[in-house]
């Protein structure tokens, strides 16, 4: 039990109480149901319990009391607690202190996203203080070689010394600054929506991969030229100094590429320069690095545009029709007074309805996309159910927190969206590296998607393994076995690619089927040798491969994997078959594993044919 809670009516108070231990048992959920509609609450979607009292592992959460709550939305709460593996209690506890946290929405969301903060509760082991700390800035998970590196005692100074904590009843919480891949993903969502995006790439530099931060303070310039061979660049480069080492560092953070070379795409290049430099440190908009206190001094000195050839036909066109919306060209114009006032809703608020004719829906969309939150609950509000889910896959591609906001918005007290739209959804919060948005969509589908498939769950995490590996492994990390099940069985070789023996233990343990993924995925494992170990390993853990797949035993003879043919064999494949299965394959070269598998088939027959004479051997007959 993680805590029991006291509830009453909050409509009715006078009913009666109810205690319920919590997390409610699957064999007990009915039950208690019904004792709550004794009460007359209990609904599925309504907050229609009140919060008495409340007592358990959590003192936090006695900051419910008096509160509005939905029963399935506090047995969540408690089911996401129990999962919790050590430490994650104090990062909970914790952050929800700091935060001054107090609705059952915000200690679900912090269950989330509390692992990114390190909690000190033990000053005296520095060694452990640092290596954990390493380990929660690297998403919980690192190769162990590095981990068997990293020098925890300097790394546990550097954090005190360097950081800033909030002391806490449950210990000193340190969180960090934004991560690199969070700013990189912001600027590229800003340079689209203005059209100053490099045509060829902008990429993050490898060094600011992984959880990464943004050092405090750091500043950030840029320099623009043409590149040696072809095309125009942007480096971006982030410039900090260093206690730790009493200087200044400079370091390139992200490089932007495009394929022209003249006089013109240089002087766009070095728009994007501006356009990054504007974003980063703040120009009437949402900033990626902060906000500035104090507001923005006036400009009074105008501003400078570079508009394409096609861009100054739009301008023209919009001049002589302006009248009418031009549709074809609408990406364009967005783009064009995006650049001149710093926002379409800024637009509109400015000069109202003309040139341009736009419906709630539109106004939706560019809000989004210029990430003013209280612009997007006006029009949102305002838009045909129909459009909602449309406006969904919008939002749930908008980096940041207020993307996860507007995400949230629109799915508060659905439970009718549609299966396909979802998945939309969902890959587009996984394409901006969002993790925290994606795991509260993985949350929330099976109360919003009446239509989900089983497999949901599985093809989300393949589709996350391409470029987002961290999110893929923590989407089957909180996968039941109902779900890894219906998963589909291309994840093992997905994870086989890259020799997790971790994940690929999580897939086998919760029941996933190889499928027509086991030949290749043993393949893999079992080449040349080295990782033959993994595949014993799975097959010693549960039989995952059709006794019937002899492509996979072949495989596995193929590459002289002895041992691993044996555990198929000990599972149930029948060897006389795969022979008369073979004779039309290729299998030369690999005498010595057949005849190796030969023998041990002989013994398994054996034991086979000694086990009943030995039942009968104490019987005498007649």
């Known amino acids: ?188 969502h800003r340079l689209e929506g203005q059209g100053y995006l490099p045509d060829e790439y902008f990429l993050l530099r490898d060094k600011w991969q992984n959880g990464r931060e943004i050092p405090r303070d750091a500043d950030l310039f840029c320099t623009v030229d043409y590149g040696e061979s072809e095309g125009v660049y942007v480096d971006v480069y982030l410039k900090w100094y260093d206690e730790k080492r009493q200087k200044s560092v400079t370091e390139s953070f992200i490089v932007g590429k495009t394929l022209g070379e003249n006089g013109n795409d240089l002087d766009r290049m070095f728009l994007t320069a501006s356009a990054i430099t504007k974003a980063f440190h703040g120009d009437h908009a949402t900033h990626a690095r902060y906000m500035k206190i104090g507001g923005v001094e006036e400009d009074t000195g105008g501003s400078v545009v570079h508009l394409s050839q096609q861009e100054q036909k739009v301008i023209i066109e919009a001049l002589v029709e302006q009248r009418e919306r031009q549709e074809q060209a609408m990406g364009q114009t967005e783009q064009l007074l995006r650049r001149m006032t710093g926002s379409i809703t800024e637009y509109v608020n ?58 949230e918005l629109l799915m508060r007290d659905r439970c009718n969206i549609d299966y396909a739209a979802y998945c939309n959804a969902c890959k587009r919060a996984i394409d901006i590296n969002d993790p925290e948005k994606v795991l509260s969509m993985m949350v929330r589908a099976q109360a919003s998607v009446p239509q989900l498939e089983p497999s949901f769950f599985g093809e989300m995490a393949s589709y996350a393994h391409s470029d987002h590996r961290f999110i893929a492994k923590e989407i089957i990390k909180r996968c039941g076995e109902e779900q890894i099940a219906a998963a589909p069985s291309f994840l093992l070789e997905q994870f086989a690619m890259d020799k997790d023996f971790r994940t690929l233990s999580a897939l086998v343990e919760k029941g996933i089927s190889g499928g027509g993924s086991s030949a290749r995925t043993l393949h893999m494992l079992t080449c040349e040798g080295r990782d033959s170990w993994i595949a014993e390993e799975l097959l010693e853990k549960r039989m995952w491969v059709d006794v019937n797949d002899y492509s996979a035993l072949h495989a596995c003879v193929q590459n002289d994997a002895v041992e691993v043919c044996r555990l198929l064999l000990d599972g149930g494949m029948d060897f006389d078959q795969y022979r008369q299965w073979a004779q039309t394959r290729p299998c030369a070269g690999h005498e010595e594993t057949l005849q190796a598998l030969a023998d041990h088939w002989s013994e398994m027959q054996a034991e086979v044919e000694q086990a009943p004479a030995q039942e009968n051997g104490g019987m005498t007959l007649g």
């Open 1 to 188: 039990m993680i805590f029991k809670a006291i509830l009453s009516g909050q409509a009715s108070p006078g009913y009666g109480q109810v205690t319920i231990p919590f997390p409610i048992p699957n064999s007990d959920y009915d039950l208690v149901i019904r004792m709550l509609e004794d009460i007359g609450i209990g609904s599925p979607t309504a907050q229609d319990c009140r919060v008495v009292g409340l007592e358990g592992l959590y003192p936090t959460l006695k900051r419910l009391n008096g509160q509005a709550i939905n029963v399935d939305e506090l047995d969540y709460l408690a089911k996401r607690l129990d999962s919790f593996s050590d430490g994650e209690d104090a990062q909970f506890e914790a952050m929800a202190f700091k935060l001054n946290l107090s609705s059952i929405k915000d200690f679900i969301n912090l269950t989330f996203c509390c692992q990114q903060a390190t909690v000190i509760t033990n000053f005296s082991d520095l060694e452990r203080v640092g290596k954990s700390h390493v380990l929660t800035i690297n998403g919980g998970a690192m190769p162990a070689a590095e981990y068997d590196q990293v020098d925890g005692r300097m790394a546990a100074l550097d954090l005190i010394q360097n950081k800033a904590g909030t002391i806490t009843p449950y210990g000193v919480v340190y969180v960090g600054q934004r991560t690199a891949q969070e700013v990189c993903e912001e600027l590229k």
């Open 350 to 407: 400015t000069v109202g309805m003309r040139p341009l004719r736009m419906s709630d829906f539109d106004k939706a969309v560019l809000a989004i996309q210029d990430g003013e939150l209280e612009a997007f609950k006006k029009y949102a509000a305002r838009i045909p159910y129909q459009q909602e889910e449309t406006l969904l896959v919008e939002a749930a591609g908008r980096p940041g927190a207020v993307g996860r906001k507007m995400t």
